[in-house]
């Protein structure tokens, strides 16, 4: 499956962004699907998950009750809407799929990457 992730930029602290990944090549209910981020200096982390029929999801910590993760499989593209933004949150996104049939959150679960998008969140 190929994956592409797009809709990041430049938000004052406290805006909202909304960031997409587009799938293709295989079917893409086959997958849970995954956001992470990465920092410059820092690893890669876990944000946010969603299985496979969209019915469960996982957050990291520290975007609880910020961020909501959600997919549409008629458009085989998921989503992360990112509000009350911080500039901590600044790093690179990437979208990720898991051929695993229950959420994870570790990203060396996960099977294909796609290319990030940048989120820069100033103050």
């Known amino acids: 499956v190929q994956l592409q992730a797009s809709g990041g930029g430049l938000v004052q602290a406290g805006g909202s962004l909304r960031l997409s990944c587009a799938a293709s090549g295989r079917t893409f209910t086959n997958y849970v699907m995954g956001w992470f981020r990465q920092a410059p200096g820092e690893e890669r982390e876990f944000v946010a998950a969603i299985s496979w029929s969209g019915s469960s999801t996982d957050y990291a910590d520290s975007v609880k009750g910020r961020f909501t993760i959600s997919k549409d499989n008629a458009k085989n593209t998921m989503y992360l809407q990112m509000n009350s933004l911080k500039p901590e949150d600044t790093a690179v996104y990437s979208c990720?799929?898991?051929?695993?049939?229950?959420?994870?959150?570790?990203?060396?679960?996960?099977?294909?990457w796609g290319q990030g998008t940048q989120v820069t969140v100033s103050s």
């Open positions: 990720a799929a898991s051929k695993l049939r229950f959420i994870v959150t570790h990203r060396y679960d996960y099977d294909y």
